[in-house]
């Protein structure tokens, strides 16, 4: 129990106990974000040191561990200034153990996440790589010394070896702000715009505890109930609602069910707006435009942003296309995931934020989103590459889709007169459409690169060609390149967006 008489501030570290998803007690160090006072009892609102962000929560006194309390350094209390909210970098392997929760994908807009480049890697990707498939007479390294890999015996769920990028810090994004003119109506319910504080905000300074707090307790979507893992700067009157409501295709946001009826009767939308451009079964996909239908991109935005730690809410939205993927019902197309595209990139970005939304998670739905943007950047005839840093869900996906992308490549390689096949990264690259740093630090991270007599060998043992296969036969949701109707438009002709 929690002795009265210490008074537990803000930027106090203790343990607290947390049940962890083996549902065993543990009592890992802790940060208090925040105290309020209800009726005399006191909650503290505390932040898992080196766990997600997403874990944070109101805990009530008996749960914190008093004799261990640290007070607050005087002169490093809580840095906040370089609008990263004062986040600690989270560590990977605490957060990877937290993967089970959720592969939802997230990436930030940030520097350029620097790919660990090989021994010589300018050479390596115009150099063959030779590869050697199955036969084992070709494999320059035995079997044993490689380590099993456990990244392909299962969908999207891949541990991670220890050579991952590190999270990067943040930079800022200028944001061109002033979007009042779209914001919500106040005839629906809600009286004003998003607040234009946080992330919305390209100075800043004004970042402050709040946005380091989860602000809304629960969404309602269509059939779904969300709750949040990230602040997002929905309007303060929203925030003490134990509930708030979204039209599911629309995406407005609403205080009350009643207010959502009546949205409902006066909504027409059954699917987002935009063009329908891709359809196979019940799975489409809506290009968006966010200057054509920015309060529908905003309203995915506030709701992106509960589930994405350092996104950048674009209140900008005309730069930006917006694909989002749909699941159909004869109730009509409901959203199932997103991803955001610049209309114009100097560096190869193919998307800036991507998000499955948690109840279509860990079903293979953020792979298909991913397999989708490379399907666009083929049309395009680019190489894309996501913007970084990848968040801890977002990279363990993508790790995974480039993985399994090259690996379907290589093993379909034919040897010639009993030579070993040979292809080049730059090859890889273009067939595939992922960057070549991707490719690079993807052969990397398997570890497939060796280096023997002179040139780079791709060794594929068993084990991965195993794990390989394994995953393929579970990954049931493909993109069908038959089924997209693209036509990329070239915004730089066009003056403004
Ligand atoms: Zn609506």
């Known amino acids: 129990m929690a002795d009265h008489s210490v008074e537990i501030t803000e930027g106090c570290r203790l343990p607290v106990l947390r049940r962890n998803q083996e549902n065993e007690d543990e009592w890992p160090l802790a940060e208090i974000l925040s105290v309020k006072d209800i009726s005399g009892r006191k909650l503290y609102y505390v932040h898992y040191v080196d766990f997600n962000k997403r874990l944070d929560e109101w805990v009530t006194p008996d749960r914190l561990d008093i004799k261990k309390l640290q007070f607050p350094k005087k002169e490093a209390k809580t840095p906040m200034k370089n609008g990263l909210s004062g986040s600690r970098p989270s560590s990977p392997e605490r957060d990877v153990k937290r993967k089970a929760e959720s592969v939802s994908l997230a990436t930030q807009v940030t520097a350029a996440t620097p790919v660990p480049s090989l021994p010589a890697s300018t050479e390596a990707s115009q150099a063959a790589l030779y590869t050697a498939i199955r036969d084992a007479s070709f494999n320059i390294k035995s079997r044993e010394e490689h380590e099993p890999l456990t990244s392909l015996t299962t969908n999207g769920t891949t541990s991670i070896q220890r050579h991952l990028i590190p999270p990067q810090p943040g930079r800022k994004r200028k944001n061109c702000g002033g979007t009042d003119e779209d914001s919500q109506d106040s005839s629906d319910g809600i009286p004003s715009a998003p607040r234009m504080t946080g992330s919305l905000v390209s100075d800043r300074s004004h970042d402050d505890i709040v946005t380091r707090m989860k602000n809304i307790g629960c969404i309602e979507l269509g059939r779904h109930r969300l709750k949040p893992w990230y602040f997002s700067p929905y309007p303060q009157e929203l925030t003490s609602l134990p509930i ?182 730059n090859e890889i690259s273009e067939i595939t459409s992922i960057k070549k740093e991707d490719v690079i630090s993807t052969l990397q991270y398997l570890n497939l690169i060796n280096y023997y007599k002179g040139q780079y060998i791709l060794t594929l043992s068993e084990d991965i060609v195993e794990g390989h296969e394994c995953a393929m036969q579970k990954r049931h949701l493909r993109i069908d390149p038959k089924c997209l109707h693209f036509t990329p438009k070239d915004w730089s002709k066009r003056g403004k967006w």
């Not at 891709?278 to 996909?285: A, L, M, P, V």
């Not at 992106?304 to 159909?328: G, I, N, R």
């Not at 397999?371 to 950047?377: P, Q, R, V, W």
């Open 244 to 425: 708030i409501y979204l039209c599911e295709f629309c995406l407005k946001y609403l205080k009350s069910l009643k207010c959502l009826q009546r949205h409902l009767t006066k909504c027409n939308l059954r699917h987002p707006p935009g063009n329908e451009i891709y359809r196979k079964g019940t799975i489409s996909f809506f290009e968006i435009d966010g200057r054509k239908n920015k309060a529908y991109s905003q309203n995915l935005c506030l709701l992106a942003k509960c589930f994405l730690d350092h996104k950048t809410l674009y209140y900008d939205t005309d730069p930006f296309l917006f694909y989002v993927m749909t699941e159909y019902d004869p109730k009509g197309f409901h959203i199932v995931g997103y991803f955001s595209k610049e209309k114009e990139s100097t560096e190869d970005y193919n998307v800036a934020c991507i998000l499955t939304l948690p109840p279509y998670q860990r079903r293979g739905y953020g792979k298909l989103l991913i397999e989708f943007s490379y399907e666009l950047s083929k049309v395009e005839g680019k190489t894309g590459t996501p913007e970084k840093p990848l968040s801890d869900l977002g990279l363990l996906s993508y790790r995974s889709y480039w993985s399994q992308t090259i690996l379907e490549i290589l093993m379909d390689l034919k040897s010639e007169n009993g030579e070993r096949p040979q292809i080049t990264i």
